[in-house]
């Protein structure tokens, strides 16, 4: 993506700040770590978005912790509304990919905030163990 829309999405990667906030006021102190390890890593990326290792780790974290909040909610009553979000926040990132390598920069930030946004649902299902 071009660099004129890193500020769009480090505002959107910002929005994990009240997501850590929220977990830390549930007295859920490792999701708060997780958000806040996600925004780190998210803003780092974004700030310069060059693909390399600062990118490289941004995914590896997502995916990381993408894992370990399925294996959380697995088998537990939040797990389908979860993974309803989970998977519309994939393909949000995979047609955003795609309108990437096609140059249609508007478009695929447009779905990468998707992505950030159904991710964001997916913190508060899991953070708060409540159906939404």
Known sequence: ???????????????????????FSINNIHYALLSFGGFITSFNYWRHPIRNWRRN?????IGMTSLYCIYKAYKTKIFIPFMVSYILGVSC????????????????????????????ICAFILYSSICI
Not at 7 to 22: D, N
Not at 93 to 116: A, M, N, R, T, W
């Open 93 to 120: 990132y995979y047609v955003s990919c795609c309108y990437d390598k096609k140059d249609e920069h508007v478009d695929s930030i447009i779905f990468h905030i998707y992505l950030h946004f159904f991710a964001n």
């Open 1 to 23: 993506m071009k660099n004129n829309y890193s500020s769009i999405m480090c505002l959107v990667s910002s929005v994990q700040l009240i997501m850590a906030y929220y977990a």
């Open 57 to 61: 780790m941004d995914m590896f974290y």
